[in-house]
Structure formats: C-alpha cells, structure tokens
C-alpha cells in the first residue's frame, strides 16, 4: 500500500510506502491526521500551504459491500477549518487496485491541468478542452479522450473560479459524473491547484486480496448478514432511498422550511420518498427507484428520477437535496426541486450549501419562497459568474453577510443540512461542535429513541454519533451502513474484516480509538488554525425564536457543549 | 390469576412493511410502549421510530386508554 504525492507546481510526483503503524488509517482519519500534520493551521485555504488529501478507506477496494467510498480532506476554504468530505462511485475502487491508500496533492499553479494516473506512471496534460463545460459534458468528453472504463474526479465551473460551494464529483458504476464530494469547498482548493479532472486508469492492475482471506472471509459473511437483517438497508433505503426521511422530519418539525424559519412544510407530501418512488415507478423508461452508486453495493439508495417521457433527469435524488432546495425554498414540486438538483450537479456545487444559500437569498427578498424560475436563474447566474451567481457561489453565510441577513442556518460558516435543529436537538449539538461545521455525517441522532426535542442527554448521545461517523468514514464504508454495524455487537465483525483485509490483528477497541484519536486531532487543528467555543455555537436566532412546528427553541447549555467542542480536553 | 383490563390503543404506521394493523388494538392495561410494539412484530429501537401521542416514545411509559402510536421508517438520512 502506497502514498503517491503529486506536487501541482512542478508536475512531478513520488511514491512512499504506508507505514504499517498506519494500516488502520483511512478515509476521514487518514485525510485529517496527514492535513494535521502537513499543513499549518493558519495558512490561506486557496494557497500553497495548503494540501488535498484524496484518501481511500480501509476497506475501499477490498470489494466488501457498500465500502467503496473516497475521502477528500484539506483546510476549507468555506469554514476557515479542518475538512472531509466523502462520496460513493468508482475513484476509490480505481485507486485501490493501483495500490494507494491515498493521493496528496500539494502546490500551486494558475492554469488547469488532467492529472492522469496509471499502473506504471502520473502524467499531466492541458485541461483547456474541458474548461467551462457542465459536468456531464466535460465526462464524456474524457471518456471519449481516457475510455469509458477509467475513474474520473472533476471539478466543475464552480471550482474553476474557485467558489465556496465547489465540490468535487466522480463516477457512478455507471458512468454518470454525479457521486459527490460535497461539503466544505473541497472543489475552491483543487482549483486553487489547477486540477480540472483526475483520471485513475487501473488497466494491467491486479486485483486487491485480503491478507488473511479466512478471516476477510468470515468477517464478510456476517457483516452482509447484518445489512440483509437491518431493516434500513434491507428495505427502507433499497425502496425508497433516503428521501424515506420526508415524513419522519416533517413529524418531528425538523424539515427546514423556508430558510429554516420552521420545521414543517405544508406539501410535504409531494416531495415526499413516496411520492417520489411512485412517480419514477409511473414514468419508468430510464427512471429506477434503486441504484447502486459503487460496484457491489447491497444498499442501493440511489435512484434516477425520469422525465415525463421516461429519459433521465439526473441522479441521485436524496433527502438533503429535496429539504434544501424544496421545502427550504417554500418548493413543494418534486419535477422542480430535481431541476434545481440537475443544476447543481451539472456546474458541481454542494447542493446543501447552495440550497441554503437560496434560502437566505430569499430571506433577504432577492427572491420570493417558492419562486422556481428565481431559484434557477440564481443558479444560472453563478453559471456564468455574474455577480449574484458569485455571492450565491460564496454559500450561505456570505450571502447573509452580503445582504444584511441575519438568519442564516451555518455552523463555522457551513450550512446546516435537511435537518432543523431545534427539532433534534442532538443534531444541533453535532452542527454545533463537530470540528467538521455543519454536518450530519458528522454526527446522526434523528434515530435515537429519544425526546429529540428535549435538550437533556443529547450532548451525550451526539458525541457517541460523532465517533460512530467517524468509524464508518474511515473504514469506507457507507454511512447507510452504521445502523447495522452499530448493532448487536456487529462493530467486531467488522473489526474481522478489516483484521482479514490488512493482514494485522484489530480488535474492536482499536478502531473506537482511532475514532477518538481523529476527533482529537480535527479539534486541534481547528484550536490551532484560532477557533474558539464561539464558533462552537448555533446561529443565534435559534437561541431566540421558536421553530412553531416542533414549538420550542434551541436550548441545549453552553456549558455542555463546550464539554465536546473545541476547547475539551478530549 | 387475575386478567388485567383491556384498554384500546390507536395504532398508525409510515412503515410500508409494517402498516397491516388494525386501527385500534386492544393491550392490558400497564402495558408499556416497547412491550407493545414487540407484541406486534415491532423489534423496538431496530424497526421503527416510535411515536407516542405526537413525541418520541420512551421504552418505559405505560401506555394509557385511547393512545395514540405512530410508527415511522428508521432511517438515518442522506
């Protein structure tokens, strides 16, 4: 297993061996402990000091079910701190068969450039063919130039000028450039270093074995037996795909609603993951209520939702997407929130943040609630760069800034996602102290049986969340998959897999530690790049004001937030 | 031994899977909530987030005459 440094400067690059103490890092644990210790705290997050960290998980490539999943970690530029983001699709795969756990990009240059990597070499060429292209354009025109059975990440016109919504895509198993690194501004940094696409070409690679192939065996065998007997994996997500959460948030008063003013939506039902799985099943043609984003998967969350006339709009359709840009606008047409959805994978922009940046747009009157064409125009506009599209492309809390708004629904800058949290209060205690800003893979609560409205435990309950995302980030493994693995004990079946995989004997403690060791270390950054447990807040107006549909206010003490947040002694 | 008296327990579910129940069930009386679902193939904290007249469900509360519970699809989102 290899680390391959690629310096975006010199166009040149060096290959070093893992250390074996480091065979248990991967994903989000190996992008922040590498940023930790690579990159200075206080450094510009679009400047040469920073890095990009494209790591695998640990049981990326090793072909075990919904564990294909890539990380991306830098110095955000959105949130002034330390950042992963991960995404599902092919890279990881790719990237494993070549032998790396990950890909640490460093430098700096103005011009933007194809990095392409294969079994034997790294070379670089020109990425002008590409430039201003929509996303799906841009993928097949690499395709057509690479062939059809590389890996391709890309940044889109979001990331060329260097935008704090800008993520990164790749591949699906099926060629459509729309699995996403979202979060953070991930694609502002590879502009920041000119690079437009990676290819991974594993052609002439061998396939990755488990060291130990009985013990990767075992592991393996009880592990897909809990996805198979979890109810979520087995039959919530493979039917209805995480828009399932319509209803349940709406219920609880947790479904942002117009730029988080409330938590219930009056047509929720429309946008619903029922009313969804209908209308694919209704309009069928190219359109599938199931789809597997990685080779393998047994989850299939993902969708393609069709037009009318059964061609494919975009996929995938998920929960966030539907709460930010519809029922955070005042949308409560699904035909129009996949639109919106479309936009954003097509220029590669985080739809949480975008969706949320609309919201406080409209907040301020730039556009009404529920105005579509407006939505589209805004997004249309930072297309093209003009200058609304430029301070929408900034995300939410810029917007909010900009315009004289001050409620705007962020964390350390990053907008919260489909979750309003003073109708979980436990993923307002994430939102506020995950060093990750705003972030519900940073710490999932809604499905605790608790009073979700009561500020008791939930300090408690976020923390054990927030290492559990952490366990699963870092394996690779899907966060659909944490609710089974997190139950009954299946935690140490995985600790057989990954012991199988990396050929060193895990226990189950060992990888709760690493877990605890990579929240520490985020933490210290943040501590070191100047955050304080000011920035450990939520936005103050949902301190003041009552969320009407879930009838209370965010109430959770200071005091016990600070017991987790950046100033803890861990 | 002595039967405890029957109480009726209005009974709705988002669960696609687990919405074959009558309208109303009829339960002995200081029965809790988690003993309920498991009496109707409800595996509790696996299954299903449980609602108890419009809020969360806590394990141990007993349930009372005409209560409402709604069941609705455990997932952890997007």
């Given amino acids: 297993m290899k680390y391959l440094r690629i310096n975006m400067s010199h166009l040149h690059y060096k290959e070093d061996d893992v250390p074996t103490d480091r065979l248990l890092l991967g994903g989000r644990a190996l992008t922040s402990q590498l940023i930790y210790e690579e990159v200075p705290a206080t450094c510009h997050p679009l400047g040469p000091l920073n890095k990009i960290?494209?790591?695998?998980?640990?049981?990326?490539?090793?072909?075990?079910?919904?564990?294909?999943?890539?990380?991306?970690?830098?110095?955000?530029?959105?949130?002034g701190g330390i950042k992963e983001s991960n995404a599902g699709g092919i890279a990881g795969l790719k990237m494993g068969r070549l032998g790396y756990r990950a890909i640490i990009f460093e430098g700096l240059r103005d011009d933007f450039q194809i990095v392409i990597i294969d079994k034997d070499s790294v070379r670089f060429e020109p990425a002008d063919e590409i430039l201003g292209l929509r996303a799906s354009e841009a993928a097949q025109k690499l395709m057509a130039r690479f062939g059809d059975q590389v890996s391709i990440n890309l940044i889109g016109v979001s990331g060329e000028m260097k935008m704090n919504t800008a993520a990164v895509t790749n591949l699906d198993k099926d060629g459509s450039p729309t699995r996403f690194y979202g979060r953070g501004g991930m694609g502002a940094v590879w502009g920041s270093k000119g690079i437009k696409a990676v290819i991974i070409d594993d052609t002439?690679?061998?396939?990755?074995?488990?060291?130990?192939?009985?013990?990767?065996?075992?592991?393996?065998?009880?592990?897909?037996?809990?996805?198979?007997?979890?109810?979520?994996?087995?039959?919530?997500?493979?039917?209805?795909?995480?828009?399932?959460?319509?209803?349940?948030?709406?219920?609880?008063g947790a479904l942002p609603t117009r730029n988080f003013s409330t938590g219930s939506f009056e047509h929720y039902e429309s946008i619903s993951g029922e009313k969804m799985r209908e209308t694919i099943l209704e309009r069928g043609g190219e359109g599938s209520t199931t789809h597997a984003c990685m080779p393998g998967c047994a989850i299939r969350c993902s969708n393609i939702y069709p037009d009318e006339e059964g061609k494919t709009v975009t996929t995938p359709i998920e929960y966030e997407n539907i709460g930010l840009l519809g029922s955070n606008l005042g949308i409560g047409d699904l035909d129009q929130v996949v639109e919106l959805n479309r936009l954003c994978n097509e220029l590669c922009i985080d739809t949480i943040e975008t969706g949320a940046a609309l919201g406080v747009a409209m907040q301020a009157g730039i556009a009404e609630f529920g105005d579509f064409e407006a939505a589209k125009n805004m997004l249309l506009d930072l297309e093209k760069g003009n200058p609304l599209g430029r301070i929408i492309g900034?995300?939410?809390?810029?917007?909010?800034?900009?315009?004289?708004?001050?409620?705007?629904?962020?964390?350390?800058?990053?907008?919260?996602?489909?979750?309003?949290?003073?109708?979980?209060?436990?993923?307002?205690?994430?939102?506020?102290?995950?060093?990750?800003?705003?972030?519900?893979?940073?710490?999932?609560?809604?499905?605790?049986?608790?009073?979700?409205?009561?500020?008791?435990?939930?300090?408690?309950?976020?923390?054990?969340?927030?290492?559990?995302?952490?366990v699963v980030d870092s394996l690779g493994v899907c966060f659909m998959a944490s609710g089974p693995i997190f139950t009954k004990d299946n935690i140490k079946h995985i600790a057989n897999l990954v012991s199988g995989y990396i050929g060193q004997d895990v226990s189950e403690e060992d990888i709760r530690a690493m877990a605890r060791k990579c929240l520490q270390t985020e933490h210290a950054f943040n501590r070191d790049a100047g955050f304080t447990k000011a920035q450990d807040r939520l936005p103050e107006y949902m301190y003041l004001e009552t969320n009407e549909a879930a009838d209370t206010r965010f109430d959770v003490k200071d005091e016990e937030l600070d017991k987790i947040g950046v100033t803890a002694a861990h | 031994m002595v039967s405890q008296p029957l109480i009726n327990i209005r009974i709705q579910s988002h669960i696609p899977w687990k919405s074959d129940y009558p309208p109303v069930i009829q339960v002995e009386d200081n029965t809790t909530i988690r003993t309920f679902c498991e009496q109707i193939g409800i595996e509790w904290d696996v299954?299903?987030?449980?609602?108890?007249?419009?809020?969360?469900?806590?394990?141990?509360?007993?349930?009372?005459?005409?209560?409402?519970?709604?069941l609705m699809i455990p997932v952890v989102g997007g």
Avoid: C, W
């Fill in chain 1, 53 to 79: 960290v494209l790591a695998n998980g640990v049981l990326t490539g090793s072909l075990a079910s919904s564990a294909e999943r890539t990380s991306i970690g830098a110095k955000s530029p959105l949130t």
């Fill in chain 1, 204 to 252: 002439g690679a061998e396939r990755n074995k488990p060291r130990n192939r009985e013990r990767f065996m075992d592991g393996m065998k009880n592990y897909a037996l809990a996805l198979r007997e979890h109810p979520g994996t087995s039959k919530v997500y493979p039917e209805l795909g995480t828009a399932a959460m319509v209803r349940t948030t709406n219920h609880l």
């Fill in chain 1, 394 to 470: 900034g995300g939410a809390t810029l917007v909010g800034k900009i315009y004289g708004e001050r409620r705007v629904p962020a964390v350390k800058g990053q907008a919260m996602p489909a979750y309003e949290p003073r109708g979980i209060k436990g993923l307002g205690v994430t939102f506020a102290t995950t060093p990750q800003g705003a972030d519900h893979t940073a710490g999932q609560t809604i499905r605790a049986q608790v009073d979700h409205r009561s500020p008791e435990g939930q300090v408690e309950i976020s923390y054990n969340a927030q290492h559990v995302a952490i």
């Fill in chain 2, 47 to 70: 299954e299903a987030l449980v609602f108890l007249n419009n809020q969360i469900a806590h394990e141990s509360q007993i349930l009372q005459d005409n209560d409402q519970v709604l």
